[in-house]
């Protein structure tokens, strides 16, 4: 019989993986770094290209909204957003957070970011990933003795094909 155990504790020797990276949708169910729901959901609850209001002279950027719910079930959630264009490539992506997000009467949670994307122009819509980022990723080379274990994918970057 052979015994794997995940993270560090194992005598033979701490390990890291990566959590498979999750289909990017406009509306996702957050998940943890095993796959599972975690409760809650974030939406794009809209987008356009516009002027920054503090950066008018950069020309258009892609402001957008969204929304989680369910978030009084954990401690806060992060997930990626990416502007991407009709093929679903990735102009530009960054972590939003619940915890950066106002909270609405009926208990969600609501926010709106801007990304400066190169050629807004290319924009066909915002995605989000639902692997929750806000996973403290302590690493075997971190924390020898209680990191490792199975962390959040890579955050989505420019150029990915989501």
């Known amino acids: 019989m052979v015994l794997a155990l995940s993270g560090c504790s194992s005598p033979w020797g701490c390990t890291d993986t990566a959590a498979k990276r999750g289909e990017a949708r406009v509306k996702v169910q957050v998940e943890d770094t095993g796959g599972q729901h ?9 987008w356009r290209p516009e002027p ?10 892609v402001h957008f909204t969204y929304r989680f719910d369910g978030t009084h079930k954990t401690t806060g959630s992060a997930v990626d957003a990416c502007a991407v264009d009709k093929k679903r490539v990735a102009l530009l992506c960054q972590t939003i957070y619940s915890s950066g997000a106002r909270p609405e009467p009926d208990g ?55």
């Open 38 to 46: 975690i409760g809650v959901t974030a939406e794009v609850v809209g």
């Open 52 to 61: 920054h209001p503090q950066e008018p002279s950069k020309g258009d950027q």
């Open 108 to 162: 969600a949670l609501t926010g709106d970011e801007w990304l400066a994307v190169e050629h807004p122009e290319q924009v066909a819509g915002v995605l989000l990933l639902p692997n929750d980022q806000s996973y403290d990723p302590r690493t075997c080379e971190q924390d020898s003795k209680d990191g490792g274990g199975t962390h959040p994918p890579e955050e989505a970057a420019k150029g990915d094909q989501l």
